[in-house]
């Protein structure tokens, strides 16, 4: 197992990130929200979402096919706001999953979205359906219920794999408007060739965030672009320091410098 | 102590103890959850949270902890016997969407059934299949060579051979549910096929440079060694020439290694970063937003 007396440099700045983080959080609470800049595929879920109404279709929204994780936590806080403008308009939200757990909690997500929106009477439990815990399967069960409910809007959001494709490929058939957001970055290809939305990287972790301007959460935004900069110039420390060395290396140079350079560029050695 | 509690069992040899510990797991398990229960629900939260800080601090700390160097357990420290328990735990909780996920998939299906919804035969023909699956599929652990099809002809040279529950599970499993699997796999091909003519039609500047990209590294991975091997990569014997970096398999490689791969190792920072802001807010019960913030 790694230990973090294996390699300290990444123990101490996985703890400084940690502490950043934790403390914009904290100061997020108070003073002036930041900004955000605009997302054009969060905008356009409040377009997807009115399409949808206005033809009298259901929206459905994909949890990935990974378990209850952080990534599933997240795409269901994201289907939460959502469902709660789908509610506003009286339509229905159906959410597909691949994991039991992940059903309850979508249950109690969605009950909580149509109840706070003033309209617990159309929350269905039948709308939050486990379909199987097997991935192509599931892709087919996802499918069938886009083709047959002819589905005016998709959401796919959470962990995906190839059965991406067969998802998207399905919903662009049927002309749902189709938003997706992942951080399977191998997966992002196919949804940009599939979807007419992707929100790409870290905005999916920011979409909570930006769609309900939560002080906390936007806390943790600006805590996460402080830790990318820190990451930013440690990246660019190491870029400079193995090229020097590497150049000081061919030119035969010798001397302290060379021996600073090499115990940078050790650094970033794995261990 | 925790070892030799949470060791496996075998139901074969140590009856009296699985049956015992299953027992004990499952009141134990029951009681929590009544006293969640009876638990007044402004605390249900802080203990929700303790539950989680706990759960997530076994990590932290078996991580920074300093291992050992050298000796017998050398990469290890105190609490790095403990991984299989914890991990065993997690697993425990996780078994559980088995069952969760079953009955909710028959309860939709029963129900699709007694209000005969539109596409109720497809409900009973799953019932059916997942009944086909669980009965062949225990019957396969514990009964392999039991007869389920006698031999049509008892005698002779032709005699087909008695099928046994192991047969027909693997007629199921294997001639059924996996060849449709690869079925579906294949799909993806076609689906490929229809995404990329969208994606690759020439409509703007950004859509032209992903159709050349694509065409070259496509190119780069079959045949366009051939195109271009009329570029020597030597000048003369130690010489590069500077226009074989121009061969169609350098140029796909490039774009790979060299523009593709640091786009998505960025993409990576700022998810690696998101995912551990998000992990923080759970962990440290700081998460504010669609179910976290409300009273349990």
Request: with cysteine.
């Amino acid at each position: 197992m790694q230990h973090a007396s294996d390699q300290w440099h990444v123990a101490i700045l996985v703890v400084l990130l940690s502490l950043i983080i934790v403390v914009r959080i904290l100061l997020g609470r108070h003073g002036a929200a930041p900004f955000i800049r605009r997302i054009a595929g969060l905008n356009a879920i409040d377009e997807a979402v009115g399409r949808a109404t206005e033809m009298g279709r259901p929206v459905v929204m994909v949890p990935g096919i990974s378990g209850l994780d952080i990534v599933t936590l997240q795409a269901l806080s994201i289907f939460s706001y959502v469902a709660r403008n789908v509610a506003r308009f009286g339509n229905r939200t159906i959410v597909p999953t691949i994991d039991g757990l992940t059903t309850g909690v979508a249950q109690e997500t969605l009950r909580d979205a149509y109840a706070d929106s003033g309209r617990p009477d159309l929350f269905h439990e039948d709308d939050v359906r486990y379909l199987t815990d097997q991935q192509f399967p599931f892709a087919l069960g996802v499918a069938g219920l886009l083709t047959r409910e002819r589905a005016a809007a998709s959401f796919l959001f959470g962990t995906f794999a190839a059965e991406a494709l067969i998802m998207a490929e399905v919903g662009q058939e049927v002309g749902a408007v189709q938003i997706a957001g992942t951080p399977s970055t191998t997966q992002i290809p196919f949804f940009i060739a599939a979807c007419d939305y992707v929100i790409i990287g870290d905005e999916y972790y920011a979409a909570t965030a930006y769609i309900s301007r939560d002080r906390t959460l936007l806390g943790s935004i600006v805590g996460q672009d402080y830790c990318k900069l820190i990451l930013l110039a440690v990246a660019l420390l190491g870029c400079v320091a193995f090229t020097w060395y590497q150049w000081l290396t061919q030119h035969h140079h010798a001397g302290p410098l060379i021996e600073h350079l090499k115990y940078i560029v050790n650094y970033f050695k794995p261990g | 102590m925790f070892h030799h509690f949470f060791a496996p069992v075998s139901p074969h040899t140590h009856t009296a103890e699985y049956v015992g510990k299953l027992l004990f797991g499952l009141v134990f398990v029951f009681a929590i959850l009544a006293v969640l229960q009876a638990a007044p629900k402004t605390w249900r939260k802080s203990i929700i949270a303790v539950f989680t800080f706990l759960g997530g601090i076994y990590y932290a700390v078996e991580f920074f902890w300093p291992a050992d160097k050298i000796g017998p357990n050398a990469g290890e420290n105190w609490l790095t016997p403990y991984q299989p328990f914890v991990a065993n735990l997690s697993a425990v909780v996780g078994s559980f969407s088995v069952g969760i996920g079953m009955i909710s998939l028959l309860q939709f299906h029963t129900r699709a059934i007694a209000r005969q919804r539109a596409g109720w035969g497809n409900s009973v023909a799953l019932i059916l299949c997942f009944a086909a699956m669980l009965t062949f599929g225990l019957l396969n652990q514990y009964a392999p060579h039991l007869t389920i099809i006698p031999p049509l002809l008892p005698f002779g040279p032709f005699a087909p051979r008695a099928q046994n529950s192991h047969d027909v599970f693997n007629f199921l499993y294997l001639g059924g549910y996996a060849n449709l699997d690869a079925a579906t796999f294949s799909l993806i091909a076609f689906y490929i096929a229809s995404a990329s003519y969208r994606a690759f039609r020439v409509r703007s500047w950004e859509s032209t440079l992903l159709m050349v990209s694509a065409l070259i590294v496509m190119l780069g991975a079959t045949f366009g060694a051939a195109i271009t091997g009329g570029i020597h990569p030597y000048l003369s014997p130690g010489v590069e020439n500077p226009w074989a970096n121009l061969r169609i398999e350098r140029l796909s490689e490039w774009l790979l290694t060299q523009i593709n791969a640091p786009a998505q190792r960025g993409i990576l920072f700022g998810i690696y970063v998101g995912g551990l802001a998000v992990s923080l807010r759970l962990w440290l019960s700081l998460e504010r937003g669609a179910y976290f913030d409300k009273e349990i």
